[in-house]
């Protein structure tokens, strides 16, 4: 009799020998499920790589998929993409670092907590955001250690995490306009100056009040504050512009003090002017005025006598006017920066 799988009651056993995935490769058209704790296993030489399944319980709240290298540490998880003969690296998951190789989206926060959170880098220079205890700071490394090197000495940039408060320590270049609401408080300030004509002036770089004063409307463009009073560089309006003084006891409108240029050019002071040195008072203006050495002149009948730039003082006549009298003179001089002159006649 011959010996068949029907005749030996095998013919199931066969039937599921069929269906089975052979050891040397298969190729499924269905699913494949592990009922229990099962892995898939690479093993090359004595590294490998896994892929399992925790599951200790259906009330099992730490359920995972596990992905694990072995053997030597420096086996590792890549991912990636092959597009006709072209394969493009995405993302390598190594013992110490994933590295990212496309753009990465996020569409929730990304939380990190260590101390530095995020390093920007190429060869030579490198950027680490830091936080330092109530602290943010963007720190440099030191060049030439951009990748691996430690924070570096600088500290440009700081946020302060429980004020708001930002902190730039190494200068700041601005190209734009600063527009605050506060008070801009500096131990320096410099205005990059050039050399143009006088109506440029108008468009130069200058400190300026931002909106044009009304007519009849003060403005102060500089003040500074004493105990008792505050000094102001300023103006009133299209009428007058210079310095003044406000103490601060007044309730009326109005200054203690002014020295300032009105519209038609006129510098105008309310109170005295009283110079430092008077060298160039003492060259233009007349100090004193007197008469000078006595000059006696004799009068005939019928004369005329007048001499310039001189007052007659006296007269000393006896009897007639025959040639024997006298009119007695005196220069009229000035002084101006030491020295007297005679005064001119017109």
Not at 191 to 217: E, H, K, L, P, Y
Request: glycine residues 10%.
């Amino acid at each position: 009799m011959e010996l068949t799988a029907e005749n030996l009651n095998l013919q199931e056993t066969v039937n599921k020998a069929d269906n089975a995935v052979q050891k040397t490769g298969d190729s499924l058209s269905g699913g494949l499920t592990f009922e229990n704790d099962s892995i898939l296993a690479w093993i090359r030489n004595t590294d490998w790589a896994k892929i399992g399944f925790k599951n200790d319980a259906d009330s099992d709240t730490d359920s995972y998929m596990w992905f694990e290298t072995g053997d030597n540490g420096n086996e590792y998880f890549k991912w990636r993409s092959k597009q006709s003969t072209t394969t493009k690296d995405l993302m390598n998951l190594k013992w110490d670092a994933l590295s990212v190789l496309v753009k990465a989206l996020f569409s929730s926060e990304v939380k990190i907590s260590t101390v530095n959170a995020l390093r920007i880098f190429n060869s030579s220079f490198g950027a680490i955001f830091r936080r330092s205890e109530e602290c943010l700071h963007i720190i440099p490394t030191r060049e030439n250690e951009g990748e691996n090197g430690d924070i570096g000495p600088l500290r440009p940039f700081t946020i302060n995490l429980r004020t708001g408060r930002i902190s730039m320590g190494h200068g700041l270049d601005v190209t734009g306009d600063i527009t605050t609401n506060s008070w801009v408080y500096a131990n320096r300030f410099a205005i990059n100056s050039g050399s143009t004509s006088w109506i440029d002036m108008r468009n130069q770089n200058v400190i300026f009040g931002r909106n044009a004063v009304s007519t009849s409307s003060a403005q102060a463009l500089l003040r500074q504050d004493h105990a008792e009073r505050k000094f102001f560089v300023g103006g009133l309006g299209n009428y007058q512009f210079g310095f003044y003084m406000i103490n601060n006891s007044r309730t009326a409108n109005g200054t203690d003090g002014q020295a300032y240029m009105d519209n038609n050019g006129n510098w105008l002071c309310g109170a005295q002017v009283i110079p430092g040195n008077y060298g160039n008072f003492d060259s233009r203006y007349v100090r004193d005025v007197r008469l000078g050495t006595r000059v006696v002149q004799l009068m005939a009948r019928g004369g005329r006598y007048e001499k310039a730039g001189h007052a007659i003082t006296g007269l000393r006549i006896i009897g007639e006017v025959d040639g024997d009298d006298e009119a007695i003179f005196r220069p009229i001089q000035k002084y101006i920066n030491g020295t007297w002159y005679n005064v001119a006649q017109v």
